[in-house]
T-cell receptor, first 113, second 115 residues
Framework: DQQVKQNSPSLSVQEGRISILNCDYTNSMFDYFLWYKKYPAEGPTFLISISSIKDKNEDGRFTVFLNKSAKHLSLHIVPSQPGDSAVYFCASSSQGGSEKLVFGKGMKLTVNP | DAGVTQSPTHLIKTRGQQVTLRCSPKSGHDTVSWYQQALGQGPQFIFQ???????QRGNFPDRFSGHQFPNYSSELNVNALLLGDSALYLC??????????????FGPGTRLTVL
């Protein structure tokens, strides 16, 4: 029973264009959502988060959108850079960002120069 | 400021053996969580330690146990290793001051291979 789903295993975009990464969740108790990116041989690095009381959070080139009624969130990266190439994980929690996180399987983003 | 550190980096064991993995949290953090990441999967929560007590536990058998020391560092022990325990084991730390907004910071992981 996968509570957090990242249905697309990979995405390839051109440098300078927008990257849109999607995530769906099934547990209505989730109230905090995070995105992590992971380079090979490194641990996941926190990118951006959003609480369920908001529908958008922006940090530089990264914006996360939350649609609670659809149980869907997305990460927008604009403009995409080659250094953004990594595996991106969506994670959810029912108790805040420092508590148990439920992760999706991840999506590999490739940004081509 | 040192981030989360883990040791060893890689480990090879045989079925039935026992293993201990170690984690030092980020400076200022008092909460440590452990995750297992199998190949092609996202990290899966094992358990969390706070004030030297196991505070939360995921869906893992009792073969997985842990410990937190007074300096907040932590160990993950796995007994009677199975082939399916082969994975990347990630440690994450957080401060726990504001659980609603705090973030977990991950170490580089320990790659365990069970033969």
């Amino acid at each position: 029973d996968q509570q957090v789903k990242q249905n697309s295993p990979s995405l390839s975009v051109q440098e300078g264009r927008i990257s849109i990464l999607n995530c769906d969740y099934t547990n209505s108790m989730f109230d905090y959502f995070l995105w992590y990116k992971k380079y090979p041989a490194e641990g996941p690095t926190f990118l951006i988060s959003i609480s369920s009381i908001k529908d958008k959070n922006e940090d530089g080139r990264f914006t996360v959108f939350l649609n609670k009624s659809a149980k869907h969130l997305s990460l927008h990266i604009v403009p995409s850079q080659p250094g953004d190439s990594a595996v991106y994980f969506c994670a959810s929690s029912s108790q805040g960002g420092s508590e148990k996180l439920v992760f999706g399987k991840g999506m590999k983003l490739t940004v081509n120069p | 400021d040192a981030g989360v550190t883990q040791s060893p980096t890689h480990l090879i064991k045989t079925r039935g053996q026992q293993v201990t993995l170690r984690c030092s949290p980020k400076s200022g953090h008092d909460t440590v969580s452990w995750y297992q990441q199998a190949l092609g999967q996202g990290p899966q929560f094992i358990f969390q330690y706070y004030e030297e007590e196991e505070r939360q536990r995921g869906n893992f058998p009792d073969r997985f146990s842990g410990h937190q020391f007074p300096n907040y560092s932590s160990e993950l022990n796995v007994n009677a290793l199975l082939l399916g325990d082969s994975a990347l084991y990630l440690c994450a730390s957080s401060s726990g001051d504001n659980p609603s907004t705090d973030t977990q910071y991950f170490g580089p992981g320990t790659r365990l291979t069970v033969l």
